[in-house]
């Protein structure tokens, strides 16, 4: 528990039992009733972040909870120095909470088929066969379905009403009216077969049974809650992917002494070594050595920040030159990473979680349903037409509303358009995400690894008079290949592309800040910045600084070649916006979005990128920070603007939790794939257009197959409230309805990207 302002305090705690959206926002209001008390719950996470006065009690809160029929607890304290995030171990592990639902819906699947089969398929039903189902069903009903009778009673208790509810109450009503029906009617008797004449006639009910109904709802529902559990996001998986991130363990000099130990026993003034390529362990000083360190991973910076003696580094970046020796200055939860991690958790829980469209109509459904069973039962009693038929027609009632489509309406077609999205490379996360798509009218991108390639590139080379380039990129290339820098890799990975194979040179150093030196092949080469050659007195001809020039004012990497006493040429370096990106902004463009660009790189940089894929100036936001990021995010969103969010890097993932939608590149980090909504497989922008199309093909679906199995249940409602429902008419309608919209959510599979379809043609 921290103080966040004086005279309060703030507690996050972790809820346990909420089935869907409405959940929350029952516990939200129950707790925000609380006087002093502010709460958001958020279902996603299944975590409330309440604010309140230091007076009131952690217990009474947790208390509140419990009495509207959930659990509450406090997560545990973080430990000293893993920067673990709250309500987690250091590793960020959580419980496998599928598992009991998973063991409920083998069973109900395993003894469901059977039944349903039986019911379906006259040549199966031999002598005795209701008796076998009803075997069958019973564990069903009771083992598999209990998580619906569970909440339906605590809605229950508490004046609510939601899916749950219907589902309890249809299953059981559909279970004991067959067992009545089996042991005091005349459904138990050999030889007993479901009717096939497709008439409209009273009956009173003795001889039906409805156990197919209860076991294929049961089995049908807990599959679409088991798809939606397993896809749900869990703010864990997100800080997990962060902490990661870091080192798990340290060189540390004690007495003249190295010592390898675990990164979360090291202390603040403990001084450690960082050889290249290794990852710096904590945020410090350092006090010897100079190096490159790569941070882009951190801070989305695309350039290596060139570090020495006195400047500050930053746990989990890479070392990408020489050797350094770090002070520690500050470990565990106070390290930038465990802050970011901790940004990522907030951005999540202040991120409301859509409710499901069917649990919205079902506020006024499910109660319009059970009190329409109660009129038909009171109805039929008092105009004299006995208990059996009166309770015959109430249950019909609730079995043709028992939402047998409803359940497939959601998951089918998030099944069947998360599986063409997977083909195309577009992972949707679950069906709270698709709302959002249609909604958002604003895409923030991040640059480096979206737009840009998110590695350094040799873009252009400028020769001087009477020199050749390829002389050039084979002098150049052939020395920088020796050196471990970034910048260094680049020119000689371009150089060895354009030329074929380089020489090895035969004297190499490299000059830490300013470049490296070395003899190729007779030839004494320096490749660097313009000081180094200064410090030989080999100025740069007019027309090379002018080419200098020209580079850096477009945000490029400028590095000066010379051989022999003279300047040859200058290397352009540079993050390379990829083909695609500017035919990408086009596409989300007409889709009605307005993309903005948001970098921590400069805003020379930044400008020159946005000009290239056709971004207009005013729409740049550049040189900002991870938390500057979440910034401008909830900026948007308090302008009234509903922001998708595209990034691929640790700096993006809590301005990809914060947004209305997130879209992670799939070559980007864990950190952000696991915070976005969507994922981007192919790492190509295009497919962000293609996410967006898709998952608002995919929502239309589901409210089109909402709407067709409500239509199913509105035209039969009155049939079975008339007592003229056929037992065989209303299994004909279900299984119709189901069939509807399975094969409605199969259209889906046809869904094309952008770039195979006909020119001008921009679906949403």
């Known amino acids: ?99 009991p639902l998973r063991q409920r819906l083998t069973t109900a699947v395993l003894l469901a088929v059977p039944v349903v089969a039986m019911a379906m398929v006259p040549a199966l039903q031999f002598d005795f066969w209701q008796w076998l189902s009803l075997t069958l069903t019973a564990p069903v009903v009771t083992y598999a379905a209990w998580p619906f009778h569970k909440a ?32 005091f009617g005349t459904a138990g008797m050999p030889g007993m077969t479901h009717p096939f004449e497709l008439t409209i006639a009273r009956s009173d009910g003795a001889g039906n049974i ?79 050595g100079s190096s490159a360190i790569d941070a882009s991973m951190l801070t989305g910076e695309s350039v290596p920040v060139e570090v020495g003696v006195g400047d500050g580094v930053t746990g989990a970046t890479l070392n990408a030159g020489g050797r350094l020796v770090v002070e520690a200055t500050r470990v565990g939860a ?10 990522v958790e907030d951005a999540q829980n202040g991120k409301a979680a859509a409710q499901r469209l069917a649990d919205r109509i079902s506020a006024v459904f499910v109660p319009v349903v059970i009190a329409l069973a109660l009129g038909t039962l009171g109805f039929w009693l008092g105009n004299g037409a006995g208990l059996t038929a009166a309770f015959t027609a109430a249950v019909a009632v609730l079995i043709i509303a028992c939402p047998c489509a409803l359940g497939l309406a959601t998951p089918t077609a998030l099944m069947v358009g998360t599986g063409r999205g997977a083909q195309l490379g577009i992972l949707i996360k679950g069906p709270e995400v698709l709302e959002n798509t249609r909604k958002a009218d604003t895409i923030v991108l991040d640059k480096t690894g ?25 002098l150049a290339g052939a020395l920088e290949h020796s050196s471990e820098h970034p910048i260094a890799q680049a020119v000689a990975a371009g150089a060895k592309a354009r030329v074929g194979a380089l020489p090895a040179p035969e004297d190499f150093a490299n000059l830490a800040g300013l470049g490296v030196q070395g003899v190729v092949e007779g030839h004494a080469v320096l490749v660097g910045r313009e000081e180094l050659l200064a410090e030989w007195a080999i100025p ?104 998708a969010m595209v990034g691929d890097g640790v700096n993006d993932a809590a301005a990809l939790a914060r947004a209305d939608l997130g879209l992670a590149m799939g070559t ?52 079975a409230a008339s007592g003229l429902l056929n037992p065989m008419i209303a299994g004909a309608a279900m299984a119709f309805s189901s069939v509807f919209v399975v094969a409605n959510s199969l259209r889906l599979r046809g869904f094309a990207p952008w770039q195979d379809k006909a020119p001008g043609r921009a679906a949403g």
């Not at 921290?2 to 703030?10: C, H, L, N, S």
């Not at 605590?154 to 029906?181: E, K, P």
């Not at 979206?450 to 084979?474: D, K, N, W, Y």
């Not at 989300?588 to 948001?598: E, N, S």
């Open 540 to 643: 740069l001809p007019a027309e090379l600084a002018r080419a200098k020039a020209e580079a850096q004012a477009a945000g490029r990497t400028a590095i000066a070649v010379a051989w022999d006493g003279e300047a040859r040429a200058v290397l352009e370096v540079a993050d390379a916006v990829k083909d695609t990106s500017a035919e990408a902004i086009r596409r989300l463009r007409a889709l009605g979005l307005t993309p903005m660009l948001l970098t921590g790189d400069n805003k020379t940089v930044a400008e020159a990128v946005a000009a290239e894929v056709g971004i207009a100036p005013e729409h740049v936001i550049a040189e900002v920070m991870p938390q500057d990021k979440v910034d401008v995010v909830a900026r948007l969103q308090a302008e009234g603007r509903s922001v």
């Open 668 to 719: 980007g980090t864990d950190a952000a794939i696991e915070a976005g909504d969507l994922t981007l497989v192919r790492g190509d922008l295009r497919a962000a257009a293609d996410a967006i199309r898709l998952s608002r093909r995919t929502l239309a679906t589901i409210r089109s197959n909402l709407f067709w199995a409500f239509a199913y249940n509105v035209a039969a409602l009155p049939l």
């Open 152 to 183: 339906a009673w605590t809605n229950a208790r508490h004046g609510a009403a939601t899916m749950d509810t219907l589902i309890s109450v249809g299953t059981a009503a559909a279970f004991l009216w067959s067992v009545w029906a089996l042991f």
């Open 450 to 474: 979206t737009i840009t390639t998110g590695r350094m590139t040799l873009l252009g080379v400028h020769t001087a008079q009477g020199t050749q380039e390829s002389h050039v990129l084979r």
């Open 210 to 288: 409805y156990l197919e109904a209860a076991a294929g709802v049961t089995a049908f529902i807990l599959a679409g809650r088991y798809f939606e559990a397993r896809s749900k996001r869990k703010a864990g998986a997100a800080l997990k992917a962060l902490l990661e991130l870091g080192a798990k363990e340290v060189t540390v000099l004690r007495g003249g002494r190295e010592e390898l130990i675990p990164v979360g026993r090291l202390k603040a003034g403990d001084r450690f070594l960082v050889r290249p390529g290794e990852k710096i362990a904590t945020d410090g000083t350092v006090v010897e």
């Open 334 to 343: 106070d390290t930038q990473l465990a802050r970011m991690a901790k940004l």
């Open 1 to 99: 528990m921290t103080t966040t302002t004086p005279g309060a305090a703030e507690v996050e705690l972790a809820i346990g039992g909420m089935t869907c959206a409405s959940c929350a926002a029952r516990i939200e209001k129950k707790l925000n009733r609380m006087d002093g008390v502010e709460a958001t719950v958020n279902y996603a996470t299944e975590k409330a972040k309440v604010t309140f006065r230091e007076d009131i009690a952690v217990g009474d809160l947790i208390a509140t909870v419990e009495a509207t029929g959930y659990t509450a607890r406090e997560p545990e304290p973080d430990p000293a120095h893993t920067g673990a995030a709250p309500g987690r171990d250091a590793a960020g592990d959580a419980p496998d909470e599928l598992r």
